[in-house]
């Protein structure tokens, strides 16, 4: 009896082959083509409105909205809003899942700094819910500081027209940026 070698899935199976690729990420601001984009495929869709009303903001100059772009696709993104007299806020930090531990939110937190130190902030401020350990971490380890504890609440309307509302028990966090 003749041994066949492995064909087919049997083959395939046994195919093991570790690659390191670069992996080029471009920080630039939002376009209104990304807007569909930033639901990731359904999984963030009730954000749409959000997303839509930021983005007019954006254009406004109110609040900056910035996207992790790979290949024409955003796989992050961050808001900075540069109303406040006194400081910076920046929120809406998220990475996809598959991008995570990559850089890509250091990054998107050091375009944050970048753009409050331009518009004349000496300090950006951001929230982060007290059960997020992951994301407290990485912010502490840039230098941000935790400086108050509180109860945040607010509402959107999410994608089929229903309103939520959201009570987030955080920690509001602040760095001091340097002209």
């Known amino acids: 009896m003749a041994l066949r070698s492995l064909r087919g899935k049997a083959f395939a199976d046994t195919v093991r082959e570790h690659v ?22 359904g999984s963030l869709a009730h954000w749409r409105d959000v997303n839509r009303r930021t983005f007019n903001d954006h ?23 540069v109303t ?3 400081y910076s ?20 937190i ?3 700094e ?14 982060v819910e007290k059960s ?5 971490k990485l912010y502490e380890r840039i230098g941000f500081e935790i400086f108050t504890q509180r109860v945040d609440v607010w509402s959107y309307i999410d994608h089929l027209g229903q309103t ?3 009570h987030e028990d955080v920690y509001g966090m602040r760095k001091l940026i340097h002209a």
């Open 20 to 41: 390191d690729l670069p992996l080029h990420v471009l920080v630039r601001a939002v376009r209104s083509d990304d807007l569909p984009k930033l639901e990731w495929f």
């Open 59 to 81: 254009q406004a100059g109110l609040r900056l909205m910035f996207v992790a772009d790979v290949q024409n696709f955003p796989v992050g993104q961050v808001v900075i809003d």
């Open 84 to 86: 406040s007299h006194e």
């Open 89 to 108: 806020y920046l929120y809406a930090l998220r990475v996809m899942e598959p991008f995570r531990g990559l850089g890509i939110g250091t990054e998107l």
């Open 110 to 112: 050091k375009t944050g």
């Open 114 to 127: 970048h753009v409050a130190r331009s518009h004349g902030f000496r300090q950006i401020q951001l929230a």
């Open 132 to 136: 997020n350990t992951a994301a407290r």
């Open 164 to 166: 939520h509302w959201v």
